[in-house]
């Protein structure tokens, strides 16, 4: 580019050399590296000689940018061609140097830069307004703001003239202390570091003096380091701010003022800018069209067209037609109309692209009149305009707009959102490059809020919460601390982390809805191995179980003791010889019948065996009672001797508190658990923050700590903690575990300034995440999947515990039991009312009194024999004899009475084995019957002898 320049600007001295007769010729020395100047220069002397009888002509010569001996050429060379004035060079050194030879020969310079004219050269016209009336405005719009702080951060050093009159601002009301902080950017394009370090400063004004090369970039920065948020404002002082791109700024929130000298769409300004691009694209042989865009036209190329316009004016106004003729840069004189021209100039008033082109009477552009613009979401907006004269005058109330609730409301802004590097809600990326910005962060709250700004369509830039502390009320200080007092400063926006929304907080801040649920628990290490346990057969049942056996074995026992003495069937002949006994023995005596319990239980039978229907009844459902709780024993006690027992130290939080093994424990550092135990009513709860209060020292400032506090070998600690985080660590640590239930249940929320309009917004896309199903994805990668997760999945597969039986394991069967039982009482009572009414017949006595004895005998409890009842004997004659005989037929249904008759043996019936006796017992019953049968026959056979006369 520069080569063809400068074989360009060899065709230009040389254009410059053959200056037309009658021609009135400005100079010009271009080094700018760019067709703009050079066009801006050209179109301006055009439209100067429109209409002119001597017209005038532009010589241009192109030097290198910062070239001194060059541009010294240049200006030799335009000296040859009886130049009336001399615009440029823009380099500050060189324009120096051109200056200091123009200054001595007199010959007017045209600068429109923003350089230093503290020296005045007399020969020097410098249009670009004057620094002390350009701070000014800056100046009067802080005041407007009403600012009590703000930072000023300038680019260079030649920016600092212009912010003379905003420093002074401090001076100047000494009752309202006006606090300012002026910060230098660094050399290069990578601000952040400093931004950074304005930013923990908390100021939240800004005012920013740079090239207008730079601004984009400063900005972005600013935006990057999270320095633009809705409370944050700005004011630009770059008079060309309105043609750098603000579409990243709009929506972002931050009010940004900056101001113009002309308004873009005015047709005079189209009309320069139609002619600026034509010039330009023909200077550059038609390959730069469009060299400057609608609304790009920069100050100094409308300054360079206003300096040729009223300097061509002022040579008109004097009638001037000769230039510097005979004036060459070796020669000792000096143009005679120079300093003429240069005093008229000085005087002149004409309004010009840039405004009002005035001097003042030290020759300086002090009359400035701009309009004020601000960022709106529209674009530029004009508030106002700013003259010397009259200060800011509004044209627009500057009213902060109005948030509108719902999603658009965020569209477009930025926002900071804090976060602490607490895993895995947030946490540094693993990688081997150097990652910047947002880049640097991974992690399940980080992923939320990516989500939330595609879906709102927000920027945000994420901010660490180094010390990690939430937030909690200090009730000494009367202040919020950590995350919390940051979003009630405003400091930043949103905090998202494992942060617990809780009822004071809701107080200082607002949540979203919760994007998870959670509730506090313990952290411990995993049961040790429990040493062996020489009882461990008692293990599979449970105490209770136990009890209601034994209370079973006790019932079932008296229960057969009480039928046995019921049942008639059960009172048995014990010397079957003896046709008719005086007493009938009963096997079930007390100890006999706790003898036949427990030798069922045992699986080991007995030699008694129940007769009677109910008796038998009974001894079934025991037998089957037996049967259910044996198997059941014997398989839990299978499990019980496999299963690797282990031991809990403790089980609950009751364990805790109690503490009998003395376990030291804590919660997080005034975090959310810690505020629980001390909020809490319950007496436990209370029992374990006076102990929390009390051991500071057991109180770790992260979960991370905590955990390891828990792990450690010499401490047995145990660490309250939410539920959530401890699922996270399980997972990748397996030596620990989470110990008993939820002790409360709440959630974690995002938090934001209190009455916020992002609240709504904000919640009703956690909840669509929620109902779309993507926070549960999330959850498992960042819990399961990701960072060593999944480790200790397998860890506890078989090692379920065998748990003793209870009560609802077997209670079936006592129901079972208890129900045959009932059977068999009333089945007991049956046979002993059939039996009683039999007797009762045969014995010739009422129902009743048979009844009364038998119970009376049977409630006696007095021994397992008894006394077989007879018929009284006390009739006579005939009718005796009757009465004889019915009793031998009632003898032949009453098997009881005839049944031993036909054996002698005196031993006791209770010796016998009980099936020998039942087949023997079922012989003499026979035998009986027959015997019986026998005599009664006989007797007839007699009675009816006795009936026949003798002879
Ligand atoms: N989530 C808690 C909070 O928001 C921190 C952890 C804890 O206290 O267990 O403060």
């Known amino acids: 580019m520069y080569a063809k320049l400068k074989c360009l600007q060899c065709l230009i001295i040389l254009n410059g050399l053959f200056y037309v007769q009658g021609e009135r010729t400005i100079g010009a020395i271009i080094d700018d590296g760019s067709f703009l100047f050079e066009a801006a220069f050209n179109v301006a002397i055009t439209a100067a000689s429109e209409n002119e009888e001597s017209p005038f002509a532009a010589s241009v010569v192109r030097t290198p940018p910062g070239d001194i001996m060059e541009a010294e050429t240049a200006m030799c060379t335009l000296l040859e061609s009886n130049i009336f004035g001399v615009y440029g060079p823009k380099t500050k050194s060189t324009l120096h140097h051109v200056q200091s030879i123009a200054d001595f020969l007199e010959i007017p310079q045209l600068i429109a830069e923003p350089v230093e004219t503290l020296n005045r050269n007399w020969t020097a016209v410098n249009l670009y307004p004057n620094h002390i009336a350009y701070s000014q405005i800056f100046a009067d719009i802080i005041k407007i703001k009403a600012w009590d702080e703000f930072t000023i951060i300038y680019e260079g050093s030649e920016h600092l003239p212009f912010i003379d009159n905003i420093i002074s601002l401090q001076e100047l009301d000494s009752e309202v202390k006006m606090v300012i902080l002026v910060v230098q950017l660094p050399d290069g394009d990578d601000y952040r570091s400093q931004l950074k370090t304005v930013k923990a400063s908390g100021s939240l004004n800004y005012v920013i003096s740079c090239g207008i090369d730079k601004l984009p970039l400063i900005l972005q920065q600013i935006q990057q380091v999270g320095l633009m948020s809705d409370d944050h404002s700005y004011i630009i002082m770059d008079p060309d701010f309105q043609t750098i791109d603000i579409e990243p700024y709009k929506h972002g929130g931050s009010n940004i003022t900056g101001i113009r000298f002309f308004d873009p769409e005015l047709e005079d300004i189209q009309n320069f800018i139609t002619s600026l691009n034509a010039k330009v694209k023909e200077l550059s042989e038609g390959q730069i069209e469009n060299a400057v865009a609608e609304n790009g036209l920069t100050l100094n190329l409308a300054l360079v067209y206003d300096s040729v316009i009223l300097y061509t004016a002022a040579i008109n106004a004097m009638g001037l037609e000769e230039g510097a003729e005979n004036i060459t840069c070796d020669s000792d004189d000096s143009w005679t109309f120079g300093s003429t021209l240069i005093n008229h100039v000085r005087t002149m008033e004409i309004d010009g692209l840039t405004g009002l082109i005035k001097f003042d009477e030290e020759g300086l552009r002090s009359e400035l009149e701009v309009d004020v613009l601000e960022v709106m979401a529209h674009g530029f907006e004009k508030i106002g305009s700013w003259t010397t004269e009259d200060g800011f005058t509004e044209s627009r109330k500057i009213v902060p707009p109005v948030e509108q609730e719902g999603s658009d409301s965020m569209k477009g802004k930025h926002f900071i959102v804090i976060t602490a590097l607490s895993a895995p809600y947030g946490m540094l990326k693993e990688s081997s490059k150097q990652l910047e910005g947002n880049d640097r962060y991974e992690g399940f709250g980080i992923e939320i809020i990516e989500e939330l700004a595609k879906m709102n369509e927000f920027n945000y830039t994420f901010d660490i919460q180094v010390d990690g502390v939430y937030g909690s009320y200090d009730s000494k200080t009367g202040k919020w601390t950590g995350m919390m007092e940051k979003i009630m400063d405003g400091r930043v926006d949103f905090a998202i982390t494992d942060l617990t929304i809780t009822a004071a907080r809701q107080k200082a801040v607002d949540f979203t809805s919760p994007f998870m649920n959670l509730g506090i628990t313990i952290l411990y290490k995993k049961p040790t191995k429990q040493p062996p346990d020489l009882f461990s057969f008692i293990s599979p049942f449970s105490y209770q179980v136990w009890g209601y056996l034994a209370g079973a074995y006790v019932g079932v026992s008296a229960l057969l003791f009480l039928l046995g003495r019921f049942a008639p069937e059960e009172w048995q002949n014990p010397y079957p010889c003896i046709e008719e006994p005086e007493t009938l023995d009963n096997q079930w005596t007390f100890a006999n019948s706790f003898w036949f319990t427990l030798g069922s239980v045992l699986t080991q039978g007995s030699e008694i065996a129940p007769i009677a229907v109910s008796t038998r009844m009974a001894g079934s459902m025991w037998w089957f009672f037996t049967l259910i709780m044996v198997s059941s024993y014997t398989a839990n006690l299978a499990a019980f001797l496999t299963v690797e027992s282990k031991f809990y130290a403790i089980k609950s939080v009751s364990d805790l508190a109690n503490n009998p093994y003395e376990i030291s424990y804590g919660a997080k550092k005034g975090g959310a658990t810690y505020s629980f135990f001390k909020e809490s009513d319950n007496i436990l709860y209370q029992k374990m923050y006076q102990y929390m209060d009390a051991h500071p020292e057991m109180m770790p400032p992260t979960n991370d700590i905590g955990l390891e506090r828990v792990k450690s070998e010499t401490e047995n600690y145990a660490f309250l903690m939410e539920s959530s985080s401890i699922e996270y660590l399980v997972e990748r640590n397996c030596d620990v575990a989470q110990v008993g239930g939820l002790l409360d249940s709440k959630g974690y929320g995002i938090a934001m300034k209190k009455n916020s309009p992002y609240r709504q917004p904000m919640s009703e896309s956690i909840l669509q995440l929620q109902e779309q199903g993507k926070i549960s994805r999330m959850k498992d990668k960042w819990w399961k999947e990701k960072r060593g997760g999944g480790v200790c999945a397998d860890d506890d597969e078989g090692s379920g515990d065998a748990q003793p039986l209870v009560l609802a394991n077997v209670g079936g ?71 004889e005989e019915e009793k031998e037929e009632d003898d032949v249904e009453s098997h009881r009475e005839s049944q031993n008759r036909d054996e002698l043996a005196p031993s006791r ?24 049968r026998m005599r009664k026959y006989s007797r007839q056979y007699s009675n009816k002898s006795q009936l026949i006369p003798e002879n």
């Open 813 to 883: 069967v006592f129901i079972v039991l208890a129900a045959g039982s009932g059977m068999a009482v009333i089945c007991a009572f049956v046979e002993m009312m059939f039996d009683v009414w039999l007797t009762a017949r045969r014995v010739k006595v009422s129902f009743k009194e048979e009844l009364i004895a038998e119970l009376k005998f049977i409630f006696s409890f007095s021994g397992d024999v008894k006394p077989v009842r007879h018929r009284e004997s006390t009739g006579s004659g005939s009718k005796e004899s009757k009465k």
């Open 909 to 932: 019936h209770s010796e016998r084995s009980s099936h020998s006796h039942h087949n023997s017992h079922s012989r003499r019953q026979s035998n009986a019957i027959q015997m019986a």
